[in-house]
């Protein structure tokens, strides 16, 4: 298949992109590269730098079969510091996305909600249906959906949503100002400092490991069951940033105690993952949380020897 991705130069799209290249397919990407690094795309992907909030998108939705789309403006911090650059980009730029597949006749788009939709429920795990945004990132992402709800019904579009939980694993950003966590710690460990924790760490998040979204994203591509449906795409156990921070310490041998910090605004309490549609379609998270920060602090360690930390 010819598959474009958005958002191919950053973490989630240079995996997929890897990925789609070993099964044999084409691949198309575009961005922006206002997060995301050339240096990230793999060498086969037919690149384009550009905006995807820019009309003149359209022409490389020629051929395409399906497309992935995953650009955003996704740090919450920033969001919550700019709702109207927010909304442009998530808003109107997922808008003209999905114009440029409709014009185009693209056969399926596959794009990116997030678990921050539901950030003010108090259920656990929480099931696709509870739906209560709060921050103005969330709420952006909300928007994608009733977009795709109106395509799906007016112009018959096909659409899978993926609300990923905290996706992890080599390629995840580090350079922006407040990292996630998963590779924050891993760097000021590795350099011998004090990692930062917003809040008391008691937070708790469902971590998920790149590789096993890479499993669903392949199934949305072969797998009708997945059209005009909404995935929760989580591990389904989740721990505390306390504890996250305590496992990378024991991995790396390095016992820093952290540098706690005033929280963040807009930061759910916990996230925990429902995933029993995706497992019904026979997809299960199969990378264990020790594995997964392994193969993370191996990259993290790769990027200090090439000199680019
Ligand atoms: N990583 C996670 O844990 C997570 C969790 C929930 C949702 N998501 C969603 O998944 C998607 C991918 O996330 P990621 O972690 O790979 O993020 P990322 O920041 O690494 O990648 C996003 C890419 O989009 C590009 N981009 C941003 N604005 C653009 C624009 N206007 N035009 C073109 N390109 C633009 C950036 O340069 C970047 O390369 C996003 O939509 C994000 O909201 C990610």
Redesign the pocket.
Known sequence: MRILI????????SNLADRLLQEGHEVVG????????KENIPEDVNFYQ????DRSIYSIFEGVDAVF??????CIADCQDDPVETAD?NVH?TVNVFEAARKLKVKKIIY?????IYEGSKLYPTPESEIKPESF?ATS?LSSMYFAEAYRKFYKLKFTAL??????GPV??YRRTIP?VMSAFIIKLLMDEHAIIYGTGKKRRDFVYVDDINDFHLLCLNDERTDNRVFNLGSGVNYSINEIYKLVSELLGIHNPPIYKPELSGEAEETLADIHEAESLGWRPKTAIRTGIMRSIDYIKSEMAKGHI
Do not use: M, W
């Open positions: 958005t958002g191919v130069a950053g973490f989630i799209g575009l961005d922006n590269l206002t997060y995301g690094l550009i905006d995807i909030r789309h995953l650009a955003a403006k996704n980009i730029g990116a909600e997030s678990s921050a990132y992402k609300r990923y939980f905290c996706v992890y995840q950003d996630p």
